[in-house]
């Protein structure tokens, strides 16, 4: 790059009266974009009310001011195109847009550290310091409670039942989002049942049904199989009752029972 003349004196060679003030301008112009190239490493910038910070101690930041008030809906206060189109942008609240720059591309992906990645992927937040309502696990698992299911809990069964540990789970039910299900195995501490309907037990407030619920369930009878009619209400009573009076199960089965739950 070639350098700056220096000062004239009049009767030099190449002397014009304006020379010395364009050696003046240029001079300063240099030490305008020295100072510019000094500072941007620690720059701001301020253009239509908004503020752009960046610092660089071990690399650039990047921090945006947006001012309250009423703000065009259109106006973005960062984009990024991509042969013409938006694909990444800062909304006038500064919330994220983000959009495929193709028919064939994914508008955003998310990646752990590598495959040895044991944190969550993504989590999402009741408030900036709230409870997580839902997340994405490294594996690529969703939680959330409309779909992951709740834990197993006990059913509270009446007075002189037990679990049958021989035809099925222990007596529970399990909230997921909106709906509860029921499942494991019924019977008497002693004998049969004998009378219908028999009062299986309950379930809490939570997992009670907005309305009655009917169910067709396994039992047996002496030798073979049979069915029975559970009923749910909306108290949370479970409730059998046998296809004839002289069945007598000695064991009533819950897989299977899934209703809405009533809140």
Known sequence: MPTIPTHHTVGDTGHTTDHNSIVD???????RIT????????????????????TNPSGYGFHVVIPSGTRDSTA??????YGGKQTFGLDTFGQLRVSSSATGNVPMEVAGYDATQTADLLRFRQGSTGTIV????????FYAPNITPGAWN?????????????TGATPQYRITGDRVELRGSIEKSSG?????PATL?????????LHICY??????????????????????????YFSSSNINPSWINLDGISYVVQS
Do not use: C, K, M
């Open 192 to 196: 049969n049942f004998t009378s219908s």
């Open 76 to 81: 973005y206060v960062h984009t990024v195109t």
């Open 154 to 166: 006990s059913i509270s069964l009446a007075s002189g039942l037990q679990h049958a540990s021989g």
């Open 134 to 141: 839902s997340r994405v696990g490294p594996d690529g698992t």
């Open 25 to 31: 301008v240029l001079t300063d112009h240099e030490l």
């Open 35 to 54: 100072n510019v190239q000094a500072a941007e490493a620690n720059a701001l910038v301020n253009s239509g009310q908004n503020t752009v910070t960046l």
């Open 201 to 209: 037990g309950s379930v809490p407030s939570p997992a009670s049904p």
């Open 215 to 240: 169910f067709i369930t396994a039992t047996n009878f002496a030798g073979g199989y049979a069915w029975a009619r559970v009923q749910v209400g909306s108290d949370g009573s479970i409730q059998a």
